[in-house]
């Protein structure tokens, strides 16, 4: 983490951050104000991201500093002192040390892009001597699944791919001294996610035609919008009853129980008396067992097996389209919306740290379900209207 400081002997502010594993010292000519430090700070943080991005360019910044030249000249040979390790090899290293940092279900996750796509690519190749035109390459010959005919990979699937690759190989620069060919490499654009989520007439039509035993089931995850992993993952040691509460702590991830993938999944949801009651009920079938939803054995249910021995088969029986169990969480965000909940409770509620996806991803939706389309601000101006002239 960089820092703005003043050099006592001129009281003029400084720069000071690390850039290919080396500290960088860069002078100004502002004083040491709090309006000048605010600029540097903010530049500053600009200089970071480009870095965690890959694509900070030294002299563009700094044209007249001698590490600019440094810097640039390293680009141009593309070389470290001495030589490197083979990608197998300090691929291996990275996932060891990496994984003390990740759930048990995104080191397997990771594993297997390892295994799959990029040890077999890069595995022989000297981490130095991999170029941009190598990594171009091997994304272009991820677009299509050898064997598979026309079938592609998507392209949010190509870039959680990459992900590893970035890493390994921005790691690899910083420790060997060279500079990153995955810099000024783009995400491939990702279509926006479509969402499909239910109106609250066809809501109350699937909770009066599924099966009583998952009654409870469909309608926490209608009027919680919980995650699968969090609702399969839900013990009755995090259902407070008392204060009306779902303490999302956990999530069945891969047949494992795992913490919750960030803080803002961390979270207390508010059970409305819909889900209150339901639980309850809940409560008489498999109180005795450690998971709010189970199986007749007392395990966590299975997504596959709840999907299609259930979920689609209900559907098809009620002549609705056919829709991912996903979409019980669309809906969730949907109906909230729609009645006027603040944005920022149902972020909370839903997981998400800001309002930015809620607005993002669902937003569309909030004019159908309320009919205004705007006219909630016309009546204001109308209203308002009718007091200035009346």
């Not at 969090?230 to 204060?243: A, P, S, T, Y």
């Not at 299609?308 to 056919?322: A, F, G």
Request: with cysteine; hydrophobic share 35%.
């Amino acid at each position: 983490m960089g820092s703005v400081r003043a050099r006592k002997s001129t009281g003029k502010l400084f720069m000071d951050f690390r850039y290919q594993g080396e500290r960088c010292r860069e002078q100004t000519l502002l004083d040491d104000t709090p309006a000048n430090r605010k600029k540097l700070k903010k530049l500053l943080e600009r200089i970071e991201a480009e870095i965690t991005l890959d694509c900070f360019n030294y002299a563009q910044y700094f044209p007249n500093s001698k590490l600019a030249t440094k810097f640039a000249l390293r680009e141009q040979l593309n070389q470290p002192p001495g030589d490197t390790p083979l990608f197998n090899d300090f691929a291996q290293t990275w996932l060891e040390e990496m994984r003390i940092q990740w759930r048990e279900s995104h080191y397997v996750s990771t594993t297997n892009i390892l295994n799959q796509h990029l040890l077999p690519y890069f595995g022989k190749y000297e981490v130095h001597k991999i170029t941009k035109p190598d990594i171009l390459h091997f994304r272009a010959s991820l677009a299509k699944v050898p064997g598979s005919g026309e079938k592609k990979l998507s392209a949010s699937r190509v870039n959680h791919i990459m992900t590893p690759l970035r890493m390994i190989m921005r790691e690899a620069a910083d420790r060997f001294e060279f500079v990153s060919p995955y810099r000024n490499i783009r995400p491939l654009k990702v279509p926006r996610t479509e969402v499909n989520p239910f109106t609250l007439d066809e809501v109350w039509l699937i909770l009066a035609g599924v099966r009583e035993d998952f009654k409870a089931y469909y309608t926490t995850r209608f009027f919680t919008g919980m995650r699968t992993s969090e609702i399969h993952g839900l013990r009755w040691r995090n259902v407070d009853f008392k204060n009306r509460q779902i303490l999302v702590r956990e999530a069945l991830v891969t047949d494992r129980v795992e913490q919750t993938k960030n803080d803002g999944s961390n979270r207390e949801i508010r059970m409305t008396q819909l889900v209150f009651e339901a639980l309850q009920e809940q409560y008489q079938r498999s109180g005795q067992f450690d998971y709010v939803f189970a199986d007749y054995s007392g395990k966590p249910l299975s997504n596959n097996n709840v999907t299609k021995r259930v979920w689609y088969p209900l559907l098809r029986h009620l002549n609705l389209e056919k829709g991912r169990p996903y979409q019980t969480r669309h809906t969730a965000a949907t109906l909230w919306l729609a009645s006027g909940e603040n944005p920022e409770w149902i972020a909370r509620q839903m997981g998400h740290s800001t309002t930015e996806m809620l607005f993002r991803v669902y937003s569309r939706y909030v004019p159908n379900l309320t009919r205004n389309d705007g006219s909630a601000f016309e009546r204001l101006i109308a209203q308002h209207q009718t007091q200035v002239t009346g």
